[in-house]
T-cell receptor, first 116, second 112 residues
């Protein structure tokens, strides 16, 4: 079974530039999550989708971050404009069932973003 | 008080020893609890769910103490391959939405 795919794996940009990350979840997984993991910290949930609808985006900095999952399958996360403090690993995860997170989340390899 | 707190460690433990660490949570209405494992520069992977009755999977035992609001992870007969960061995950209901909170993780080093 193919895992969660993410691209790019690494990205270096200058502050105030824009960047986009892509995620393709495991086939059949209805729920998709984007996390931000800063070095030395645990993952912080940015946004959770159930199919193509947003379940929770309370911790997404909406002035600069946006995410979509138009067809309920793959998803993109965008940062515009980037700040130095956005340097982190951006993890995408998916799970099999709905909004109740009782089921295992499968994580992709992450995108390591460096903002200079 | 932070929503989910873990001792960051590192815990340096000789191979074969038993090690245990806790994770405390602040929301008494928390519903689900998990331990994830994260190897250096890798993605987190589910280690085990934590049930009210406690659960065991081989050398790993997880327990939940609702009265004191913490979960624990016990590793017996530790192996070098157990070296990793262990992330505590707690979910709770807020405004009809499930909130997922990861702890910062506890680093474990198994020493040969």
């Amino acid at each position: 079974e193919a895992g969660v795919a993410q691209s790019p794996r690494y990205k270096i940009i200058e502050k105030r530039q824009s960047v986009a990350f892509w995620c393709n979840p495991i086939s059949g997984h209805a729920t998709l999550y984007w996390y931000q993991q800063i070095l030395g910290q645990g993952p912080k949930l940015l946004i959770q989708f159930q199919n193509n609808g947003v379940v929770d985006d309370s911790q997404l900095p909406k002035d600069r971050f946006s995410a979509e999952r138009l067809k309920g399958v793959d998803s993109t996360l965008k940062i515009q404009p980037a700040k130095l403090e956005d340097s982190a690993v951006y993890l995408c995860a998916s799970s099999l069932v709905g909004t109740v997170p009782s089921y295992e989340q499968y994580f992709g390899p992450g995108t390591r973003l460096t903002v200079t | 008080r932070k929503e989910v707190e873990q001792d960051p460690g590192p815990f340096n433990v000789p191979e074969g020893a038993t090690v245990a660490f806790n994770c405390t949570y602040s929301n008494s209405a928390s519903q689900s609890f998990f331990w994830y494992r994260q190897d250096c520069r890798k993605e987190p992977k589910l280690l085990m769910s934590v049930y009210s009755s406690g659960n065991e999977d081989g050398r790993f035992t997880a327990q939940l103490n609702r009265a004191s609001q913490y979960i624990s992870l016990l590793i017996r007969d530790s192996k070098l391959s157990d070296s990793a960061t262990y992330l505590c995950v707690v979910t709770f209901l807020m405004n009809r939405d499930d909130k997922i909170i990861f702890g910062k993780g506890t680093r474990l080093h198994i020493l040969p």
